[in-house]
């Protein structure tokens, strides 16, 4: 069971990366897919939840300029950040859990994690 996420970068203040979480020894599509993110010296807080059915969730901080997907077909799910600012800064890691959609944030009830890819965004 594995979590690999890539896509991140240096961009510039303004611009867009796309991040992937590609899982292998499991299907996506059974569990809700987190992301997190973590920028030095704060804690890892949550970015963005899809659901294992409908639904997704943001947090306020990305809420018009983030969008989380998912292919069931390529076992895949994306963060398609745009607009981005230098605060977006971070290492990004996703997770795939159950938690309840309400606490999709907390980090804790996730079972499995990627290993995190850095995005830069310069000012």
């Known amino acids: 069971v594995q979590l690999q996420a890539s896509g991140g970068g240096l961009v510039q203040a303004g611009g867009s990366v796309r991040l992937s979480c590609a899982a292998s020894g499991f299907r996506l599509g059974d569990y809700g897919i987190g992301w997190f993110r973590q920028a030095p010296g704060k804690e890892r807080e949550g970015v963005s939840y899809i659901r294992s059915g409908h639904g997704t969730y943001y947090t306020d901080a990305v809420k018009g300029r983030f969008t989380i997907s998912r292919d069931y077909a390529e076992n895949t799910v994306y963060l398609q950040m745009n607009s981005l600012k230098p605060e977006d800064t971070a290492v990004y890691y996703c997770?795939?859990?159950?938690?309840?959609?309400?606490?999709?944030?907390?980090?804790?009830?996730?079972?499995?994690w990627g290993q995190g890819t850095q995005v830069t965004v310069s000012s």
């Open positions: 997770a795939a859990g159950r938690p309840v959609s309400s606490a999709w944030f907390t980090s804790s009830t996730y079972y499995y």
